[in-house]
């Protein structure tokens, strides 16, 4: 038998607005990779693919649009898969989202349904 946590696709996705960002210690990309590292190994999850938008905004959900992460969602959609076998981790949610909470919410739900 295949052990699910093994057998879940796994993405870890760090984001920062501005290229000056990227450093930051309270937010930047090496924290971010930090706090997503940590969560994986206390949660027996294998280190998952990295998908980095450095220089990305998403405060109009610009990251779905243009970056990275909108090109593996847009990939994914096209991909049959089991519910719960492709994971995205964000080290923190407005990673994922700085738009209106509306939006933002809307957004989530659609990548919940892919």
């Known amino acids: 038998m295949l052990d699910p946590i093994k057998t879940v696709k796994i993405y870890s996705v760090l984001r920062v607005s501005t290229a000056e960002q990227a450093d930051d210690d309270k937010s930047g990309l090496p924290t971010q990779r930090a706090v997503i590292t940590k969560w994986l190994k206390r949660n027996g999850y294998p280190q998952g693919v990295e998908v980095v938008d450095a220089g990305v905004s998403a405060r109009n959900l610009a990251q779905f649009e243009y970056g990275?992460?909108?090109?593996?969602?847009?990939?994914?959609?096209?991909?049959?898969?089991?519910?719960?076998?492709?994971?995205?981790?964000?080290?923190?949610?407005?990673?994922?989202?700085?738009?209106?909470?509306?939006?933002?919410?809307q957004k989530f739900l659609e990548v919940l349904n892919l």
């Open 68 to 105: 990275k992460l909108g090109k593996l969602l847009q990939k994914l959609e096209k991909q049959t898969f089991e519910p719960s076998t492709v994971m995205l981790v964000f080290a923190f949610s407005d990673r994922f989202s700085r738009a209106d909470p509306t939006k933002g919410l």
